[in-house]
Each structure stands twice: as C-alpha cells, then as structure tokens.
C-alpha cells in the first residue's frame, strides 16, 4: 500500500522537511495540533505498530531518540515536550504507515486536549 508519506519519503510530493537521516525522515504536519507538530517516519514500511518485528525494537527507537534530538536542537527539549504514537482506528491512526508525532511549543493539555 502506497501512503501520503511514502510519496513524502520518494520526494513524489513535497513536505517541509526538517530532520532527515539513513533511517528516519520528519516533517511538519499539515494540520498541526500544536505550535510544533512534527511527524518522524521510518523508510522502512511498516502499516502498524503492530507490524514492527519484535526483533527490531530499533525501529521505534529511532524514532524516538530522532525527536529527542530535533527537539533539543530546537531549543523546546527543556520546557517539555509530547511525543504519541497511534495504531490502528481506534487509536486514531489515519496514515497507515507507522510514524510519532512530536508536539511542543506551548503548554500542553491532558489527553485528547491539543494544549
């Protein structure tokens, strides 16, 4: 299955990149929740969370680790920041190919609130 951020990742349609690596690309999200909305996607094709071979655990700590690192060159690591992964509808995943939001740059509300 080809998704948008397939096309993002073969450069088939653009996307404000801001962090790019062997592994992970990010980009900000198109309809942002918060002052900074980032999305960290691996190249590697995976629809779900679910999919991620248990012996490859270093496919969601790329991602992580990656947002880490943004967020600490940008200067919002010490004030806080969220990170959220969602899998499959219930969880809110629209985009079938696995990615974690990163959200910062303002104080941010419980669960199911954007600040």
């Known amino acids: 299955m080809t998704t948008i951020f397939h096309k993002i990742i073969r450069r ?3 996307a404000d990149i801001v962090f790019e690596d062997d592994h992970v690309i990010a980009f900000r999200d198109i309809a942002p929740q918060a002052p900074v909305h980032v999305l960290f996607v691996p ?5 779900t969370i679910n999919d991620v071979p248990a012996d490859a655990p270093e496919i969601i700590g790329r991602l992580a680790v990656s947002a880490a690192r943004y967020a600490k ?5 010490e004030d806080g920041y969220r990170i959220v992964m969602n899998c499959n509808a219930h969880g809110g995943q629209t985009v079938f190919q696995i990615h974690l939001h ?3 740059g303002a104080a941010l509300g419980r669960f199911g609130t954007p600040y």
């Not at 060159?73 to 690591?77: D, P, R, V």
């Open 12 to 14: 088939e349609i653009p």
């Open 102 to 104: 990163l959200l910062a």
């Open 73 to 77: 060159e940008q200067g919002f690591a």
């Open 43 to 47: 190249k590697e094709d995976f629809a």
